[in-house]
């Protein structure tokens, strides 16, 4: 690693003492936030506090909950740069994903990526819409323009980074996507991307974009959210509905949101994901983003040093903080063993660095990996 890489990295750092906020880190060198994220002592406190409030109280304490959701929403859509009335806060992604499905057209067409997120691909396959695939590899853009020109999908689903190889898809490729195919609506799961930079979703090339909460942002489980452009929400019929549809959305939601808020949401889930994000925009997204890109270089130089980075990586202008390496359930226990967390997905062996992981970190992985 160069001088000046260190020197940006000490610099760069605002003081934080992670192994206090994340308890984790005091047990594990922990490198599977593509798997889930830590849970901190702030949000552990505050999902407790709202629980002994709503033991000790019952329906007064939930009789607030339509007042703070409305919050959490306005905060979300803060957080994406997406219109209010248009974001939905639901449990999972793929809870939001099937939703929005049943309201698709069947006879629509619906470009994939192939060995994309399973929560993505296998819905879209299982209703039996038309599908068409991009293949994945160093060259995943242009593979998606060919199949756009070729096939004229009506909607593109993907992952805006994959899962095992961590592939990140250029956002700007998106744009230009748009500008040559506008009827092409584009869903993005950013389950593996929400959380690491920043992100204007007005601004962006998608339509429509939902994420999970648990990973990269840390909120805990059973928080996610979806968002949609005014434009495209006439091409969806969605069937969801519950008593929660139309309740308390007046004039400035309507009916359309409500599908995806069907029934009644769990206050403590979606609290900490507002927690998160205050987090998030207290401690500085570009921080975050920075302290992330820097140990993202780091791990693939080191990595790429002992062979152990793909060559259709490698030739990719940018990645993302997740790599997967070729190894075995053996590697995996003696990484497990040496207090090391990863996860087995693919072929091999899929390692994430976050803001929280430090240089300390990598090297604990690169000795256990030549030992």
Same mark, same amino acid.
């Given at each position: 690693?160069?001088?000046?890489?260190? +020197?940006? %990295? #000490?610099?760069? $750092?605002?003081m934080?003492?992670? *192994?206090?906020?994340?308890?984790? =880190?005091?047990?594990y060198?922990?490198?599977?936030?593509?798997?889930?994220?830590?849970?901190?002592?702030?949000?552990?406190?505050?999902?407790?506090?709202l629980?002994?409030?709503?033991?000790?109280?019952?329906?007064?304490?939930?009789?607030?909950?339509?007042?703070k959701?409305?919050?959490?929403?306005?905060?979300?859509?803060?957080f994406?740069?997406?219109?209010?009335?248009?974001?939905?806060?639901?449990p999972?992604?793929?809870?939001?994903?099937?939703?929005?499905?049943?309201?698709?057209?069947?006879?629509?067409?619906?470009?994939?990526?192939?060995?994309?997120?399973?929560?993505?691909?296998?819905?879209?396959?299982?209703?039996g819409?038309?599908?068409?695939?991009?293949?994945?590899?160093?060259?995943?853009?242009?593979?998606?323009?060919?199949?756009?020109?070729?096939?004229?999908?009506?909607? +593109?689903? %993907? #992952?805006?980074? $994959?899962?095992?190889?961590?592939? *990140?898809?250029?956002?700007?490729? =998106?744009?230009?996507?748009?500008?040559?195919?506008?009827?092409?609506?584009?869903?993005?799961?950013?389950?593996?991307?929400?959380?690491?930079?920043?992100?204007?979703?007005?601004?962006?090339?998608?339509?429509?974009?939902?994420?999970?909460?648990?990973?990269?942002?840390?909120?805990?489980?059973?928080n996610?959210?979806?968002?949609?452009?005014?434009?495209?929400?006439?091409?969806?019929?969605?069937?969801?509905?519950?008593?929660?549809?139309?309740?308390?959305?007046?004039?400035?939601?309507?009916?359309?949101?409500?599908?995806?808020?069907?029934?009644?949401?769990?206050?403590?889930?979606?609290?900490?994901?507002?927690?998160?994000?205050?987090?998030?925009?207290?401690?500085?997204?570009?921080?975050?983003?920075?302290?992330?890109?820097?140990?993202?270089i780091?791990?693939?130089?080191?990595?790429?040093?002992?062979?152990?980075?793909?060559?259709?990586?490698?030739?990719? *202008?940018?990645?993302s903080?997740?790599?997967?390496?070729?190894?075995?359930?053996?590697?995996?226990?003696?990484l497990?063993?040496?207090?090391?967390?990863?996860?087995?997905?693919?072929?091999?062996?899929?390692?994430?660095f976050?803001?929280?992981?430090?240089?300390?970190d990598?090297?604990?992985?690169?000795?256990?990996?030549?030992?």
């Amino acid at each position: 690693m160069s001088n000046l890489l260190k +020197l940006r %990295l #000490s610099s760069s $750092q605002p003081m934080h003492n992670f *192994k206090q906020l994340f308890p984790a =880190l005091q047990n594990y060198t922990y490198l599977n936030t593509a798997s889930h994220g830590l849970l901190s002592t702030t949000l552990v406190d505050h999902k407790n506090q709202l629980t002994i409030q709503l033991a000790q109280q019952g329906s007064v304490f939930t009789d607030e909950r339509g007042e703070k959701i409305n919050k959490i929403r306005k905060t979300v859509s803060l957080f994406i740069d997406a219109a209010e009335s248009l974001t939905a806060l639901i449990p999972n992604f793929s809870l939001g994903f099937n939703a929005l499905l049943e309201g698709i057209d069947e006879k629509s067409k619906f470009l994939l990526v192939q060995d994309d997120y399973p929560s993505v691909n296998w819905p879209v396959e299982a209703r039996g819409f038309e599908c068409v695939y991009a293949a994945l590899n160093a060259t995943l853009e242009e593979n998606i323009w060919q199949a756009c020109e070729q096939h004229k999908p009506d909607f +593109l689903a %993907l #992952s805006l980074v $994959q899962y095992i190889s961590g592939i *990140k898809l250029d956002l700007e490729f =998106l744009k230009d996507l748009k500008v040559q195919f506008p009827q092409l609506i584009v869903i993005a799961d950013a389950t593996q991307f929400i959380g690491v930079e920043e992100f204007r979703f007005r601004e962006s090339g998608i339509d429509i974009i939902a994420a999970s909460c648990y990973k990269w942002l840390n909120a805990g489980d059973g928080n996610a959210f979806m968002a949609f452009k005014e434009e495209v929400a006439d091409r969806v019929k969605p069937k969801f509905t519950g008593y929660n549809s139309k309740l308390g959305f007046k004039n400035d939601r309507g009916a359309f949101m409500g599908h995806f808020e069907p029934g009644h949401q769990d206050l403590a889930a979606f609290s900490a994901l507002q927690k998160a994000i205050e987090f998030v925009n207290d401690y500085g997204l570009n921080n975050i983003s920075s302290q992330i890109n820097e140990m993202a270089i780091m791990t693939e130089n080191q990595l790429s040093q002992l062979g152990l980075i793909d060559e259709m990586v490698l030739a990719r *202008k940018q990645h993302s903080s997740i790599f997967n390496i070729p190894g075995d359930e053996a590697l995996y226990n003696r990484l497990k063993k040496s207090h090391i967390i990863t996860s087995q997905r693919g072929s091999g062996i899929r390692i994430s660095f976050s803001y929280f992981n430090d240089q300390k970190d990598l090297h604990n992985l690169i000795d256990c990996l030549n030992g």
